[in-house]
C-alpha cells in the first residue's frame, strides 16, 4: 500500500513539475505564450489577426514597431513556426547592397528591401510542439532588436 501510495504522488509531483514547464515555454501553438512574454519583457504587444486570420502580434520597443506572424497554422490555430519582422519606410539611398551588408553581419536575422522598396529585418523560428525556453525566444527578439536598431543607427548617418 505505501508503494502505491509513493508512486502515485511521485506521478502527481511529475506532472506538475511537466505542467509548470509547459506554462514557462513559448510556444506558436499558443499565442498567448508569445503576448505575455512580450509584456514581462517590458514591450507593449497587442494580439490581432492578419488578413489570412491567423495570429498575428504587435509590439513596440520605443518607437519602432514589430510584428510576430504565425506560421503553419491548422485552420488559423495550432501554428507552428512564427515570424519576427520589422520595416522601414526608405528612400532610394538604401537599397539591395545595404540589406546584402546587414546580412553579411548578422547571422540570425534576415534583411530585404521589399516590393515597396522598404527594408524588411526578419526571423523565423520554429517553436515545435514542446516550444522555446523564455531564454530561447528572449535571444529571438533580441537578434532581431540588435539588428534593426543597427540598421536605424546606419540609416540615420
Not at 508503494?3 to 511529475?14: D, G, N, P, S, W
Not at 486570420?53 to 506560421?71: N, S
Not at 540588435?146 to 540609416?155: G, P, T
Amino acid at each position: 500500500m505505501k508503494t502505491r501510495i509513493a508512486l502515485a504522488a511521485a506521478v502527481a509531483v511529475a506532472s506538475l513539475g511537466s505542467a509548470a514547464l509547459a506554462q514557462d515555454r513559448i510556444r506558436a501553438q499558443d499565442p498567448n505564450t508569445i503576448q505575455a512574454f512580450l509584456f514581462e519583457e517590458g514591450y507593449p504587444a497587442q494580439t490581432m489577426t492578419d488578413q489570412y486570420g491567423d495570429p498575428l502580434i504587435r509590439f513596440r520597443k520605443e518607437d519602432q514597431v514589430y510584428v510576430v506572424t504565425f506560421w503553419d497554422c491548422t485552420e488559423n490555430a495550432n501554428c507552428g513556426s512564427v515570424r519576427l519582422m520589422t520595416y522601414f519606410v526608405v528612400d532610394d539611398t538604401v537599397g539591395v547592397d545595404f540589406a546584402n551588408q546587414l546580412n553579411v553581419n548578422n547571422r540570425y536575422v534576415t534583411a530585404m528591401i521589399d516590393s515597396d522598396g522598404d527594408l524588411q529585418v526578419f526571423r523565423d523560428e520554429s517553436t515545435g510542439d514542446v516550444g522555446l525556453s523564455r531564454d530561447e525566444f528572449r535571444f529571438l527578439v533580441q537578434a532581431l532588436i540588435d539588428v534593426a536598431d543597427d540598421a536605424q543607427a546606419k540609416m540615420a548617418q
